[in-house]
Protein backbone atom coordinates (compact mmCIF):
# COMPACT_ATOMS: atom_id res chain seq x y z
CA UNK A 1 0.00 0.00 0.00
CA UNK A 2 2.79 2.66 1.02
CA UNK A 3 4.75 1.80 -2.92
CA UNK A 4 1.01 3.32 -4.10
CA UNK A 5 1.24 6.21 -1.68
CA UNK A 6 4.96 7.03 -2.71
CA UNK A 7 4.13 7.24 -6.17
CA UNK A 8 1.39 9.54 -5.21
CA UNK A 9 3.48 12.10 -3.02
CA UNK A 10 5.99 11.66 -5.96
CA UNK A 11 3.90 12.58 -8.86
CA UNK A 12 1.68 15.24 -6.81
CA UNK A 13 4.24 17.92 -7.59
CA UNK A 14 4.74 17.10 -11.24
CA UNK A 15 3.73 20.34 -13.50
CA UNK A 16 2.30 21.04 -17.03
CA UNK A 17 4.08 23.31 -19.06
CA UNK A 18 1.86 26.01 -17.88
CA UNK A 19 2.85 25.65 -14.05
CA UNK A 20 -0.29 24.01 -13.24
CA UNK A 21 -0.29 20.56 -11.35
CA UNK A 22 -0.70 17.76 -13.53
CA UNK A 23 -2.15 15.50 -11.88
CA UNK A 24 -4.80 16.18 -8.50
CA UNK A 25 -4.24 13.91 -5.60
CA UNK A 26 -7.92 13.19 -5.53
CA UNK A 27 -7.37 11.42 -9.17
CA UNK A 28 -4.12 10.03 -8.17
CA UNK A 29 -6.00 8.22 -5.49
CA UNK A 30 -9.10 7.10 -7.69
CA UNK A 31 -6.37 5.60 -10.28
CA UNK A 32 -4.64 3.72 -7.57
CA UNK A 33 -8.02 2.88 -5.81
CA UNK A 34 -6.50 3.91 -2.37
CA UNK A 35 -8.65 6.40 -0.50
CA UNK A 36 -7.70 10.46 -0.03
CA UNK A 37 -7.61 10.07 3.58
CA UNK A 38 -5.67 6.73 3.92
CA UNK A 39 -2.98 9.16 1.69
CA UNK A 40 -2.86 12.06 4.06
CA UNK A 41 -2.99 9.51 6.70
CA UNK A 42 0.49 8.05 5.43
CA UNK A 43 1.73 11.62 4.44
CA UNK A 44 1.44 12.96 8.13
CA UNK A 45 2.46 9.83 9.94
CA UNK A 46 5.62 9.81 11.69
CA UNK A 47 8.13 7.00 10.51
CA UNK A 48 7.77 4.04 12.39
CA UNK A 49 9.80 2.56 15.41
CA UNK A 50 11.33 -0.66 13.31
CA UNK A 51 12.25 2.10 10.29
CA UNK A 52 13.61 4.46 13.18
CA UNK A 53 15.42 1.30 14.35
CA UNK A 54 16.71 0.21 10.96
CA UNK A 55 17.97 3.64 9.75
CA UNK A 56 20.09 3.36 13.60
CA UNK A 57 21.59 0.66 12.53
CA UNK A 58 22.37 1.70 9.05
CA UNK A 59 24.53 4.43 10.91
CA UNK A 60 26.15 1.76 12.94
CA UNK A 61 26.65 -0.40 10.04
CA UNK A 62 28.36 2.23 8.01
CA UNK A 63 30.82 3.39 11.07
CA UNK A 64 31.89 0.03 11.64
CA UNK A 65 32.44 -0.57 8.14
CA UNK A 66 34.24 2.72 7.66
CA UNK A 67 36.78 1.72 10.70
CA UNK A 68 37.50 -1.90 9.45
CA UNK A 69 38.96 0.10 6.13
CA UNK A 70 36.03 -1.05 4.11
CA UNK A 71 37.19 -4.70 5.01
CA UNK A 72 34.49 -6.36 7.44
CA UNK A 73 31.73 -8.48 5.99
CA UNK A 74 27.95 -8.98 7.66
CA UNK A 75 29.48 -11.48 10.29
CA UNK A 76 32.41 -9.30 11.21
CA UNK A 77 30.24 -6.53 11.31
CA UNK A 78 27.51 -8.14 13.59
CA UNK A 79 30.31 -9.31 15.87
CA UNK A 80 31.18 -5.58 16.72
CA UNK A 81 27.41 -4.71 16.81
CA UNK A 82 27.21 -7.35 19.75
CA UNK A 83 30.07 -6.04 21.28
CA UNK A 84 28.81 -2.69 21.66
CA UNK A 85 25.43 -4.28 22.95
CA UNK A 86 23.12 -3.62 19.95
CA UNK A 87 20.94 -6.48 19.26
CA UNK A 88 20.58 -7.82 15.57
CA UNK A 89 20.43 -10.87 13.42
CA UNK A 90 23.47 -11.56 11.11
CA UNK A 91 20.53 -11.31 8.20
CA UNK A 92 19.57 -7.89 9.38
CA UNK A 93 22.84 -6.74 8.85
CA UNK A 94 23.36 -8.48 5.57
CA UNK A 95 20.33 -6.57 4.40
CA UNK A 96 21.39 -3.38 5.59
CA UNK A 97 24.62 -3.59 3.81
CA UNK A 98 22.57 -4.36 0.66
CA UNK A 99 20.95 -1.34 0.80
CA UNK A 100 23.90 0.65 1.30
CA UNK A 101 25.98 -1.09 -1.15
CA UNK A 102 28.35 -1.96 0.93
CA UNK A 103 30.75 -4.41 -0.45
CA UNK A 104 34.09 -5.63 1.80
CA UNK A 105 37.36 -5.93 0.13
CA UNK A 106 39.40 -9.11 1.87
CA UNK A 107 42.72 -8.23 0.53
CA UNK A 108 44.74 -11.38 0.13
CA UNK A 109 48.38 -11.82 1.84
CA UNK A 110 51.18 -10.65 -0.37
CA UNK A 111 53.57 -13.90 -0.76
CA UNK A 112 56.75 -12.69 -0.99
CA UNK A 113 59.20 -14.55 -3.86
CA UNK A 114 62.51 -16.36 -2.88
CA UNK A 115 65.68 -13.89 -3.53
CA UNK A 116 68.17 -15.45 -4.76
CA UNK A 117 71.54 -14.94 -3.32
CA UNK A 118 74.02 -13.47 -5.84
CA UNK A 119 76.78 -15.33 -3.89
CA UNK A 120 75.72 -18.68 -4.91
CA UNK A 121 76.38 -18.63 -7.99
CA UNK A 122 74.81 -20.94 -11.27
CA UNK A 123 72.94 -23.63 -10.78
CA UNK A 124 74.54 -26.87 -12.00
CA UNK A 125 73.28 -29.16 -14.54
CA UNK A 126 73.88 -32.31 -13.17
CA UNK A 127 71.77 -34.89 -15.43
CA UNK A 128 73.30 -32.43 -18.46
CA UNK A 129 68.96 -32.17 -19.60
CA UNK A 130 69.22 -35.75 -20.15
CA UNK A 131 65.95 -37.01 -18.05
CA UNK A 132 65.67 -40.39 -19.37
CA UNK A 133 66.21 -43.11 -17.35
CA UNK A 134 66.40 -46.58 -17.75
CA UNK A 135 64.90 -47.56 -14.16
CA UNK A 136 62.37 -45.81 -12.12
CA UNK A 137 64.08 -44.20 -9.45
CA UNK A 138 67.35 -43.25 -11.32
CA UNK A 139 67.46 -39.61 -12.25
CA UNK A 140 65.00 -37.77 -9.59
CA UNK A 141 64.74 -34.13 -10.32
CA UNK A 142 62.33 -31.27 -9.42
CA UNK A 143 61.10 -27.44 -10.04
CA UNK A 144 59.72 -24.89 -7.64
CA UNK A 145 58.73 -22.12 -9.23
CA UNK A 146 56.20 -19.34 -8.55
Known sequence: MSEKYELIDAEKDTL????ERKYTITKMCGWLEVSTS???????RGESATAQ??????????KV????????GY????????????????ELVRTIM???DLVPCQ???RRGLTDAD??????????????????????????ITY
Open 16 to 19: TELG
Open 38 to 44: GYYEWRD
Open 53 to 62: RHAYLALLVG
Open 65 to 72: FEDSDETY
Open 75 to 90: RRIHAQLTRWGETASP
Open 98 to 100: REL
Open 107 to 109: PRP
Open 118 to 143: PAAGPIPDLVNRDFTAEHPGEKMVGD
